[in-house]
């Protein structure tokens, strides 16, 4: 199986910063990554897919990039309904693996 | 609109089985391949199985290969798991979730349902 693996765990930063999120595969996904966004209590909400293409109705604040084995998530200017749980997952093989989950908090 | 609506979930004793459910509505059903992922409490997601369109391919996390079992009905709109020879390890929220058109992975989720494995 294909070991997905995000950095860091958890991430304090302020409204306004500029934050990046790491993932990186065990092995080449090309470029069949995605993002998602969870808040508590609540489903995973698709946020990027294909490494770098964002869903409808996702701001421009959020960006992914990469291919092969390293990815990232940033977003531009933390907004305060952002501070959530984010989850990388490579779906390259049937079995689509998950990141362990970065939780962004405030500051 | 698109809902995916689980069921089924519950208290169950390690060693049993359960049948959890998925309602599809708002899409065609019999179109789309269809995925559980489950989130055990505190924990991250972890994948669990797939079935295509018309149920003629099926794959499973390998920690669930040969208990659980992933099935459709498309006359029904309706997604199933049957979960057999349960653990407490499995005490989780069940999602199913739809894999999208044009290179998505899993574009619509349900609320989840919320499995508790104990004696």
């Known amino acids: 199986d294909i070991q997905m693996t995000q950095s860091p765990s958890t991430l304090s930063a302020s409204v306004g910063d500029r934050v990046t999120i790491t993932c990186r595969a065990s092995?080449?996904?090309?470029?069949?990554l995605a993002w998602y966004q969870q808040k508590p209590g609540k489903a995973p909400k698709l946020l990027i897919y294909?490494?770098?293409t964002l869903e409808s109705g996702v701001p421009s604040r959020f960006s992914g990039s990469g291919s092969g084995t390293e990815f990232t998530l940033t977003i531009s200017s933390l907004q305060p309904d952002d501070f959530a749980t984010y989850y990388c997952?490579?779906?390259?093989?049937?079995?689509?693996?998950f990141g362990q989950g970065t939780k962004v908090e405030i500051k | 609109q698109v809902q995916l609506v689980e069921s089924g979930g519950g208290v169950v004793q390690p060693g049993r089985s359960l049948r959890l459910s998925c309602a599809a509505s708002?899409?065609?059903?019999?179109?789309?391949?269809m995925h559980w992922v489950r989130q055990a409490p505190g924990k991250g997601l972890e994948w669990v199985a797939v079935?295509?369109?018309?149920?003629?391919?099926?794959f499973y996390a390998d920690s669930m290969k040969g208990r659980f079992t992933i099935s459709r009905d498309n006359s029904k709109n309706t997604l199933h798991l049957q979960m057999n020879s349960l653990r407490v390890e499995d005490t989780a929220v069940y999602y199913c979730?739809?894999?999208?058109?044009?290179?998505?992975?899993?574009?619509?989720w349900g609320q989840g349902t919320l499995v508790t494995v104990s004696s």
């Open positions: 092995q080449s996904i090309s470029s069949w």
């Open positions: 979730a739809r894999e999208g058109r044009e290179a998505r992975p899993n574009d619509y």
């Open positions: 708002g899409f065609t059903f019999s179109s789309y391949t």
């Open positions: 294909k490494a770098s």
């Open positions: 997952q490579q779906y390259n093989s049937y079995s689509k693996t």
């Open positions: 079935i295509s369109y018309d149920g003629s391919t099926k």
